[in-house]
């Protein structure tokens, strides 16, 4: 292997968005050995940036699940949905009262303000048992946000739209909506969690995004373990030469891998996994 394409939420991060300090020095080990390291999520570039320590080893990463691509930090290629479909997008989950973010690579997520009270009474509610602590916490924090609520929204250069809701019947019935809806040439579906859903372009994805970094340092699939625990991390396991599913991914995540991890992201169980594979 030459190169290492990670994951970030439930890989990278624990259940409770922390990325481990410790995981850093394990990484420039790597380096030192001649590993390329790579990110492959989808999160945005200013989500990236803010959660990733300072000095962490990083050759590129691949953003909102391929639809930016940036070398040493430079932005390389994007794409984005057309201003009008995001517009649609908006309305339907407004008139559904889902609980909706648009993302662009330069800004963090952005949501209305006139749907501030159906959001607040959605996402108010106490954590039920089947929401991970990250994911309340960042419901929390959405509520406190100076920067989320908007007056006004513009459609131009969207990545991704982000679904939520503390009612898991509502955001099933919305993510099958979006899959009875889905047209492959518009946007492909996501979801992380039983109370997410999200959407990107459709015919961009991790590995799409991954093979600009590829040709860019001369290197081939078959030289890249990817490991990950999410459906959008499919596409880089179908291609890389190797790949590993974290013990918390689900079965069906773990049935496309070639090995799984011992220790879950909780236990650190990605760092555990690169020193035993590659630096004993």
């Known amino acids: 292997m030459k190169a290492i394409a990670l994951d970030m939420d439930g890989t990278i991060l624990d259940h409770s968005g ?31 940036e803010s959660i990733t320590p300072a000095g962490c080893p990083l050759d590129g990463y691949v953003a909102a ?3 930016g691509i940036y070398i040493d930090g430079r932005l390389v290629e994007s794409t984005s949905f057309e201003p009008d479909f995001i517009a649609r997008m908006v309305e339907e989950a407004r008139s559904k009262e889902i609980y909706y973010e648009i993302h662009t690579l330069e800004h963090s997520s952005r949501t209305l303000l006139q749907d501030q009270a159906y959001v607040f009474q959605d996402i108010g509610q106490e954590q ?12 929390k924090e959405t ?14 250069h ?7 809701s ?26 992380t969690s039983r109370h997410n859903a999200e959407i990107m372009l ?5 590995a799409t995004g991954m093979e600009v970094l590829l040709d860019h340092y001369n290197i081939d699939f078959a030289d890249v373990h990817a490991i ?28 496309k891998a070639h090995d799984v991890t011992a220790s879950t992201c909780d236990e650190n169980g990605l760092e555990r996994y690169l020193r035993m594979a590659y630096l004993k």
């Open 18 to 48: 922390k990325f481990p300090e410790s995981l850093v020095k394990t990484l420039e080990e790597l380096k030192s050995r001649g590993f390329l390291i790579f990110f492959a999520t989808g999160r945005t570039p200013h989500e990236i």
């Open 128 to 139: 039920p048992g089947t929401m991970m602590d990250a994911e309340y916490s960042y419901a």
């Open 228 to 255: 990950g625990d999410s459906m959008n991390d499919l596409p880089l396991f179908e291609k890389a030469g190797r790949s590993t599913a974290m013990k918390n991914a689900s079965d069906a995540i773990k049935e």
């Open 143 to 156: 509520l406190r946000s100076t920067t989320q609520w908007v007056s006004n929204l513009s459609f131009e």
């Open 166 to 191: 503390t009612n898991m019947k509502k955001i099933r019935d919305w993510y099958d909506y979006l899959e009875n809806h889905k047209d492959n040439a518009v946007y492909a579906l996501y979801t």
């Open 202 to 206: 459709g015919g961009r994805d991790k």
């Open 65 to 67: 699940s391929g639809m």
């Open 158 to 164: 969207v990545v991704k739209m982000f679904f939520f």
